[in-house]
Nanobody
Framework: VQLVESGGGLVQPGGSLRLSCTGS????????IGWFRQAPGKAREGVSC????????YHRDSVKDRFAISRADAKNTVYLQMNSLKPEDTAVYYC????????????????????????WGQGTQVTVSS
């Protein structure tokens, strides 16, 4: 099982990035894929997730009007489109899998940190700075 993130980089405030998470070694469309991030000196936090069952997506409140998540199961890939980026979005972004549903993501509730997600990618750095 492998998850590989790509697409991070340095961007100015207000800019955009699209992260990709590509999976291999498992039946990709059986799993929800979550995006998590960890900034220096801070705890890991859930950002967004897309379900395998119904395609429902979830976002933490601080990104919900700026980020969009989608999945292309034929390519074993989930995308996180990040727009209107802010310096506080600076972090290492990780993707991880959970069977079927986005565990820890509930609308109106702060997402969990992904403790139950079993496989993780290596992470991709996102830096928002002028």
């Amino acid at each position: 099982v492998q998850l590989v993130e790509s697409g991070g980089g340095l961007v100015q405030p207000g800019g955009s990035l699209r992260l990709s998470c590509t999976g291999s070694g498992f039946t990709f469309d059986d799993y929800a894929i979550g995006w998590f991030r960890q900034a220096p000196g801070k705890a890991r936090e859930g950002v967004s997730c897309v379900s395998a069952v119904d395609g429902h997506s979830y976002h933490r409140d601080s990104v919900k009007d700026r980020f969009a998540i989608s999945r292309a199961d034929a390519k074993n890939t989930v995308y996180l489109q990040m727009n209107s980026l802010k310096p506080e979005d600076t972090a290492v972004y990780y993707c991880a899998r959970y069977p079927r549903y986005c565990k820890g993501f509930t609308r109106g509730v702060l997402p969990g940190a992904g403790e139950d997600y079993d496989y993780w990618g290596q992470g991709t750095q996102v830096t928002v700075s002028s």
